[in-house]
C-alpha cells in the first residue's frame, strides 16, 4: 500500500510525520507523495484541509485519516498517543471507508470562463468594501436579493464549523445536502431576505447573480480568492466524495457532543 503524510509543520507534528513514515515503511508500505492510497494528516482539521485539496484530483482513489496534535477535531480523531496503534491498523488494512458529500462551486465569468472548485468545509461570498449585493436563484426561479456582508454555503460535514457560528444548522454527513446561511442581511421596510438558513438537497442547485460590479473575496475552504466581472456563481452537491479511513466506531453526534457540550 501507498501512503503519504501532511504535517501543520510545527515540531511536535513533524516527530509524529517521521514516526510514522518509519513505522510503515518498516511494515513494508511505500512513502508516495504522488499517488497514496491512504493518507495521514497530521495537525489538526485544517491540515486535513490542505491535504484534501491537495489530492482532490484524486479522490477516488485516496481515503484520509488524521492524527491531532491540538484539539479534537472532526476529521482529526487519533491521539499521538495512539501512533503505533494507528500504523498497526493501516499495516493489516483493518478499516472501512466512509464517504461524505462535497460542495461543487462553479465560477462563470462575463467573458465566459469558466473555474470549478470543491469545498470539504464550505465556500464564502464577501464585499471587502461595500455591501454586497446578490440575487438568489433557487433551481432557476428568483428567491430573493440578498443585501448584507456576506453569504456562506456549507457540507454536511462542514455544518460545525463556520456556518454553526452564524447560526446554522448542524447536519448528518450521511445526507446528501448543502446549506446557504446569511451573513448580517439588512432586513427592514424597504429589503427583505428570509433570514433562515437553507437546506437543499442534492438535486437541486443555488445560483448566485452579482446586482452590481463589484469585486469581492471568495474563500473556498482556507483558499482565499479575490473575484471581479463575475456572471454568477452556481452550488451543487458535487458528484465527487471525500473518502475516509474509518477504523473504529466514532457516530457524528457523539463528535457534536464532544466538541460543544462535554466537559471532559
Known amino acids: 500500500m501507498k501512503f503519504c503524510i501532511q504535517s501543520r509543520l ?31 494528516s497530521i495537525g489538526g482539521d485544517g491540515t486535513l484541509l490542505h491535504a484534501f485539496h491537495r489530492f482532490s484530483h484524486k479522490l477516488d482513489q485516496v481515503a484520509f485519516v488524521g492524527i491531532h496534535t491540538g484539539h479534537l ?73 440578498f443585501r448584507g456582508d456576506g453569504l456562506c454555503v456549507s457540507t454536511p460535514s462542514g455544518s460545525p464549523a463556520y456556518i454553526k457560528a452564524l447560526g446554522g444548522a448542524i447536519i448528518h454527513p450521511s445526507l446528501q445536502a448543502f446549506q446557504i446561511t446569511e451573513m448580517a442581511s439588512i432586513n427592514n421596510r424597504v429589503f427583505r431576505t428570509v433570514g433562515s438558513s437553507l437546506v437543499l438537497p442534492a438535486h437541486h442547485n443555488c445560483v448566485l447573480k452579482p446586482v452590481n460590479e463589484q469585486q469581492f473575496n471568495m474563500t473556498i475552504d482556507h483558499i482565499h480568492i479575490v473575484e471581479s466581472d463575475v456572471k454568477s456563481i452556481i452550488f451543487n452537491v458535487a458528484n465527487e466524495k471525500v473518502r475516509f479511513a474509518r477504523f473504529r466506531p466514532f457516530p457524528f453526534w457523539e463528535r457534536v457532543h464532544e466538541s460543544f457540550i462535554s466537559d471532559k
Open 10 to 40: 510545527d515540531s511536535q507534528s513533524n516527530e509524529l510525520m517521521e514516526l510514522a513514515k518509519k513505522y510503515l515503511e518498516e511494515f513494508g508500505l511505500q512513502f508516495d507523495e504522488e499517488n497514496p492510497e491512504i493518507v495521514i
Open 73 to 145: 477535531g472532526f476529521y482529526a480523531d487519533w491521539k499521538p498517543s495512539e501512533l503505533e496503534k494507528l500504523v498497526l491498523s493501516i499495516a493489516k488494512k483493518e478499516y472501512n471507508v466512509v464517504e461524505y458529500p462535497l460542495l461543487e462551486v462553479q465560477v462563470v465569468r462575463n467573458n465566459g470562463e469558466q473555474s470549478t472548485l470543491l469545498a470539504l468545509n464550505e465556500a464564502t461570498i464577501k464585499s471587502p468594501d461595500v455591501t454586497l449585493v446578490m440575487d438568489v436563484e433557487l433551481n432557476g426561479n428568483h428567491f430573493e436579493r
